[in-house]
């Protein structure tokens, strides 16, 4: 049997229908410890990672 693509687990979870929670994360460390806490799912925001990175805006 095929793995599923990261878009087809998404999918799943959505067709569920119920409410999630999706942490944001700035880096590879804090999505490893959203992902150790058992969150299904994160998001990356592109001034998340700018802001941590450089501290800066992403403007742009």
């Known amino acids: 049997m095929a793995t599923a693509t990261p878009a087809d687990r ?25 992902e150790e806490a058992g969150f299904p799912l994160a998001f990356m925001s592109g001034f998340a990672a700018s802001a941590s990175r450089l ?6």
């Open 55 to 60: 501290a800066a805006p992403d403007t742009g």
């Open 10 to 34: 998404l999918r799943a979870l959505l067709a569920e229908g119920r409410l999630l929670q999706m942490p944001g994360c700035f880096d590879a460390m804090s999505a490893r410890l959203v």
